[in-house]
């Protein structure tokens, strides 16, 4: 299993700031994964993050507004940049360890953007 | 490509009612399937989850059998409780490396007093 730690938990941010979401977990891992859930919805792939390689973005996601750093295999931090009301969502980190293993999730960031 | 369809919701039962939340999914290769849970202002948690064609997954009360046949994979449980009102997320992953699971788009199970 796996144990990720993930902060802030939540916060109220104002148009036009960045915020940065930590996800922290307790063994090495070596894919990370970052997820959008906008309200009532299901999760969104943001992008995946490797350690020591740029992270790979989904369609419709761009490194500039949300850069992504992966400074070893148990640390990954996801920006929000140039924040307006409809980046507000919740945010959720995840790791699985391939093959056919499950997912583990950080408790998420809900983020609201005034 | 992998696909995952679960039935919309919300989804409004009495207590002790029966539930059902139906998920099939497409796959490449042999997936293994997976329910997660969130429960209001929380991440996702793992329910249950089967390896192998009729497997059978349960926790909590809930069960699910992975059905190769008809490639479902349903959730039910006998007796619902108000704890149980959360939304429900059928999942699964392909043995292809490094991939993040594919989602349905959850089900909010709603249980009344």
């Known amino acids: 299993s796996a144990v990720i730690s993930q902060k802030p938990s939540r916060d109220i941010c104002q148009r036009g700031t960045s915020l940065t979401i930590q996800c922290q977990v307790d063994s090495q891992v070596t894919m990370m994964f970052w997820y959008r859930q906008q309200p009532g919805q299901s999760l969104t792939l943001i992008a995946t993050?490797?350690?020591?390689?740029?992270?790979?973005?989904e369609s419709g996601f761009v490194i500039d507004k949300f850069p992504i750093s992966r400074p070893n295999l148990t640390f990954s931090t996801l920006t929000v940049s140039n924040m307006s009301p409809e980046d507000s969502s919740i945010y959720l980190c995840s790791v699985d360890r391939g093959g056919n293993t499950e997912a583990f999730f950080g408790q998420g960031t809900r983020l609201t953007v005034v | 490509g992998n696909s995952v369809t679960q039935m919309e919701g919300p989804v409004t039962l009495s207590e002790e009612a029966f539930l059902t939340i139906n998920c099939t999914y497409t796959?490449?290769?042999?997936?293994?399937l997976f329910w997660y849970v969130q429960y209001p202002g929380e991440g996702l948690q793992l329910l249950l989850k089967a390896t192998k064609a009729d497997d059978k997954g349960s926790n909590k009360g809930f069960e699910a059998t992975y059905r190769k046949e008809t490639t479902s994979f349903h959730l039910e449980k006998g007796s619902v409780q108000v704890s149980d009102s959360a939304v429900y997320f059928c999942?699964?992953?392909?043995?292809?490396?490094?991939?993040?699971?594919?989602f349905g788009k959850g089900t909010r199970l709603s249980v009344i007093a």
């Open positions: 999942a699964l992953s392909v043995l292809s490396g490094n991939t993040p699971l594919v």
């Open positions: 993050a490797n350690q020591g390689s740029e992270a790979t973005y």
């Open positions: 796959a490449t290769g042999y997936p293994s």
